[in-house]
């Protein structure tokens, strides 16, 4: 058995090419795609990287695990406690080891674990190569590693691999003398001059005004990233540097491919293709980052190619925490106790499977957001704002409003309704069976507000005051009356 997973962050599925999306940004994961089961509504459990993982390697949401948070005390996995035995049942049991307690050769190459200080993301793994640029590094850096790792073992029997890019996340880093395949391709027809000028009366931080987040400074060594963008032209600049970084990426995965094929190991090789969250370009006022419980933020890709499995598409709501019990169930290992997860195995057994009836979604680093992706909606509740001025409460249709551009939740009170039982069900159901009678949102919350938000304000309030949008400053005030005291 041998297995590639390309962990490709910040890559929102529906700018593939495979997903729907109608540039060409990703030759070499179409050609996986159409050997795969291809997942259409799939989520991370928590948003964005760190909680996404967290969630992804243990199979726990992170009401449980305890890791929601860029910083802080929900920044680590929540200690076991007292019935922790010599090793952790978490780890033992996480998505990695899966593959070792399988007889698998393992390894990464991937600069997570010290780019999060979460080590416990190299679980399972014989062999760690790590760049040194937590992150920052370019998919050029990763692919001689990657092959160089493919000529030693690939021909050999039962491997695992495990690949990491990063190309695709803010700050853009594409170099320039890639060009851009975009430059004549229209950016998405929903952006128009009104909304761009809409958009730049946004309030919080990674909007037009701020791409820097609470900054329009624009990085010097990655010149594609801009500070700001205050035209279409500019917004458009924006979405293609996103998209180079897909493209870019895209091309040394193909390179991957092709060394694969060449060694003659493609055909019975199994890869899985994902990411940890997604990328908002507009949705919700917010350009270049991935800050919220929404559609875009967590919505994911996930392809499985698995030899005399089925292909095709599947529409089931599934969480990225559903990966391990499925694997678990295909390796032929028994169940742990510790996993929320759902395996959807019989998905890629028979092509049958309805997925969740619905999901919560979850975001404690630049809010404290929970949402409800159900039926044809989502609705997100805001428990801290991030200084975006969100609602309490907002609903969109996905369905006819995917870019999240009209908020239902004054005229569709029913449905807010419908999705806050789901909510107090779904919570409910989670500290019943916690370990812990604390629910980490409540911790982020009552540490100050999510890491990315938490003392910025001041600063911010000026620079608004500045900017000619003193009412939002003023509103930020009124809001949040604690932080200026």
């Known amino acids: 058995m041998r297995i590639l997973m390309l962990d490709l962050d910040t890559l929102r599925p529906d700018h593939l090419h495979c997903y729907g999306y109608p540039r060409q940004t990703s030759p070499g994961l179409d ?19 760190l909680p996404s993982r967290a969630a ?51 390894a990464t190459v991937s600069t997570f674990a010290e780019r999060h200080s979460s080590y416990w993301f190299n679980a399972g793994f014989n062999e760690i190569v790590n760049i040194g640029k937590r992150g920052d590094e370019l998919a ?50 929903w952006i128009s001059e009104a909304v761009v000028a809409a958009h730049l009366k946004h309030i919080g931080p990674h909007s037009l005004n701020e791409l820097g987040m609470y900054t329009d400074q624009a990085p010097p060594h990655f010149p594609r990233q801009l500070g700001k963008a205050g035209t279409l032209e500019e917004v458009k600049q924006v979405i293609d540097g996103y998209d180079c970084g897909i493209r870019y990426m895209d091309e040394k995965i193909s390179q991957i491919i092709s060394r694969l094929k060449a060694m003659g190991v493609y055909e019975d090789l199994i890869i899985i293709v994902t990411s940890d969250h997604g990328e908002n370009m507009g949705e919700l006022g917010i350009y270049s980052e991935h800050a919220t419980a929404d559609q875009i933020t967590t ?56 997925g969740r009836p619905y999901l919560v979604l979850s975001q404690c680093s630049h809010v404290c957001q929970r949402s409800v992706r159900f039926g044809d909606y989502i609705y997100i509740r805001t428990y801290h704002d991030g ?56 911790t982020v919350i009552r540490e100050g507000g ?31 009356p604690g932080e200026f005291s």
């Open 299 to 354: 919505r994911i890709p996930m392809m499985i190619k698995w030899p005399g499995m089925k292909t095709g598409v599947n529409r089931g709501f599934h969480y990225n925490t559903d990966l391990v019990p499925t694997l678990a169930e295909l390796l032929g290992l028994p169940p742990s106790p510790a996993w929320d997860g759902a395996s959807y195995a019989s998905v890629l057994r028979t092509g049958q499977g309805s």
């Open 140 to 189: 050029d850096e990763a692919l001689p590693l990657a092959l160089d790792w493919i000529e030693n073992n690939a021909a050999s029997d039962n491997w695992f691999l495990h690949v990491n890019m990063w190309d695709p996340h803010t700050p853009y880093r594409t170099p320039l003398e890639f060009g851009n395949p975009f430059e004549k391709d229209p950016i998405p027809d």
């Open 31 to 49: 050609m996986i795609c159409e050997d795969s089961m291809r997942f259409d509504n799939y989520h991370c459990s928590d948003a964005p990287c």
């Open 56 to 106: 992804l390697v243990t199979g726990m949401f992170g009401i449980h695990n305890g890791a929601v948070n860029h910083g802080g005390l929900a920044a680590d996995l929540r200690p076991w406690g007292i019935e922790r035995g010599f090793h952790d049942i978490r780890l033992e049991n996480s998505l990695f080891f899966l593959f070792r307690r399988s007889g698998l050769k393992t």
């Open 450 to 480: 999510p890491y990315h938000a938490k003392g910025n304000l001041r600063a911010y309030y000026e620079r608004l005051k500045q900017t000619n949008r003193a009412a939002g400053a003023e509103a930020l005030r009124r809001r949040h």
């Open 387 to 442: 200084y975006h001025l969100f609602p309490e409460e907002m609903l969109f249709n996905i369905q006819e409003d995917y870019f999240e551009q009209y908020n239902l939740a004054a005229e569709r009170s029913d449905l807010c309704a419908e999705a806050c039982r789901y909510l107090v069900e779904w919570q409910g159901d989670m500290m019943l069976k916690s370990r812990s009678d604390i629910d980490p949102l409540w």
